[in-house]
């Protein structure tokens, strides 16, 4: 292979992997206050959770005290029958204490209805908290992976520059000269593969006679739609390992 093509096919990897990495690092930040709001939400649902519990309470304590009262009534208009003296009054205490024995037995039931609901609340508390506790395991384990991953990438960048002075170093200042300008023009892509005839970045079709010549890569050839560096893969050096990640 024709150092030249080498060199500029090793520096296009270099600055792929330079331009991921620092997207990736740029775009850390947004990566956390992802995994804030996921926890966030969980935490969210567990407080409901228990706020359906205490709100589900403070509706059952009033529900006790309306009892009490209405059976104060009840026991005080059972007192009081036993003190009426015609029968149009006792009618009515009746009538008085029938009405309360029916408030007493549907506030009996709704009071019921709670300690039933509590029960449901009370699993959904617990569920809610083990879910709490799974999310903020997990959260926890990406968040300590995606900052390791970071931390790699900028030792990784750290060492890419002094890679690429190497490489500077090394092409000519013809080549260099090609790929600085398309690289300008191409956001940052200067070099391409050629595959099956044609250059696989504008996905136009090569000449034959400029397909056969980029195969042997042994000269510099540009892509005639793109002017992007053509190379063959069959040939191709296997990138360093820090511009593979």
Do not use: W
Request: include cysteine; aromatic fraction near 2%; proline fraction near 2%.
């Amino acid at each position: 292979m024709l150092p030249d093509l080498e060199r500029l096919i090793r520096l296009q990897q270099l600055d792929d992997f330079v331009e991921r990495a620092r997207r990736t690092i740029a775009e850390h930040p947004a990566r956390v206050q992802g995994l804030d709001d996921r926890l966030n939400a969980v935490r969210e649902q567990f407080a409901a959770a228990r706020q359906r519990v205490a709100d589900g309470q403070a509706a059952r304590r009033a529900l006790e005290k309306d009892l009490a009262t209405v059976q104060a009534r009840l026991s005080r208009f059972k007192d009081q029958l036993m003190e009426v003296k015609t029968n149009r009054e006792y009618q009515a205490m009746q009538k008085e204490i029938e009405a309360a024995q029916q408030d007493v037995r549907a506030i009996e039931d709704r009071i019921l209805e709670r300690m039933v609901e509590a029960d449901d609340l009370a699993a959904a508390v617990k569920q809610a908290e083990s879910a709490q506790a799974a999310a903020r395991k997990e959260i926890d384990g990406e968040r300590r992976e995606m900052e390791a991953g970071v931390a790699r990438l900028q030792d990784d960048l750290q060492r890419s520059g002094g890679q690429r002075d190497a490489i500077l170093a090394e092409i000519s200042p013809e080549a260099l000269a090609i790929y600085q300008t398309v690289a300008r023009k191409r956001k940052g892509i200067a070099v391409a593969e050629a595959r099956n005839g044609l250059c696989t970045i504008c996905q136009v079709r090569l000449r034959p006679q400029v397909f056969n010549d980029v195969l042997r890569n042994d000269s510099i050839i540009q892509c005639e739609s793109c002017q992007r560096v053509l190379y063959s893969a069959a040939l191709t050096p296997a990138p360093d390992a820090s511009t593979a990640a």
